[in-house]
């Protein structure tokens, strides 16, 4: 579990605003994923990445951004909050072929 | 796309007493049934899982079943303790991909 964190654990940000939110694991895991949790809905996966250069949208993108420049990251960008956005997201990977999926710790986002 | 429905949303059971999660699919060639254990303020975590060629898989006291001509699948945690109390969540993989789509969750409290 050590090895997938993410950054930073709580944001408070404001409507407009463009906000990060950082995944780091150091297993090499090919695939890395977000997630959004809110209550009623469960885990919803907003994208996911094969591999360095390769992302592909999943049931929640829209306001979202991603990037994968390197393996080991996969920062998920909201480039202008919005309130519908508060939620906690998480981060998980897995090895290509594996099947458990690693879950980070989560980040807790407020947009007031 | 796959679906995954998830019941009940709530469950209180007493202490010692077996408490059963379902969760039913829609795409009938899903082929890996995970289910995941996320305790207050923690990360999901995974406790048990089974293939599509499996139609039961038991740990210690925890057990899921796969139906699949039904295209449903259970949860079954005998002896309950306190340590189980936690939201539950099922997940379902389409095939030819790597990525979940989870249910909603069951919040399972155990009552002493």
């Known amino acids: ?112 | 796309g796959e679906n995954v429905e998830q019941h009940p949303s709530t469950l209180s059971v007493q202490e010692g007493d077996s408490a059963v999660i379902k969760c039913t699919y829609s795409d009938s060639a899903s082929n890996y049934f995970p289910w995941y254990k996320q305790e207050l303020g923690k990360r999901p975590q995974l406790i048990i899982d089974i293939r599509s060629n499996v139609g039961e898989k038991k740990d210690q006291r925890i057990a899921v079943t796969l139906n699949k001509t039904a295209k449903h699948f259970s949860l079954h945690i005998t002896e309950t303790q306190p340590e189980d109390s936690a939201v539950y969540f099922c997940a379902a993989r389409p095939p030819g991909a790597q990525k979940l789509v989870f249910g909603q969750g069951t919040r399972l409290t155990i009552n002493p």
């Open chain 1, 1 to 112: 579990d050590a090895g997938i964190t993410q950054s930073p654990r709580y944001k408070i940000t404001e409507t407009g605003r463009q906000v990060t939110l950082m995944c780091h694991q150091t297993w090499s895991h090919s695939y890395m994923f977000w997630y959004r949790q809110d209550l009623g809905h469960g885990l919803r996966l907003i994208y996911y990445s094969a591999a360095a250069d390769i992302t592909d949208k999943g049931e929640v993108p829209d306001g979202y951004v991603v990037s994968r420049s390197k393996t080991e990251n996969f920062p998920l960008t909201l480039e202008s909050a919005t309130r519908s956005q508060t939620s906690v997201y998480f981060c998980a990977s897995t090895l290509a072929g594996e099947e458990t999926q690693y879950f980070g710790p989560g980040t807790r986002l407020l947009v007031l």
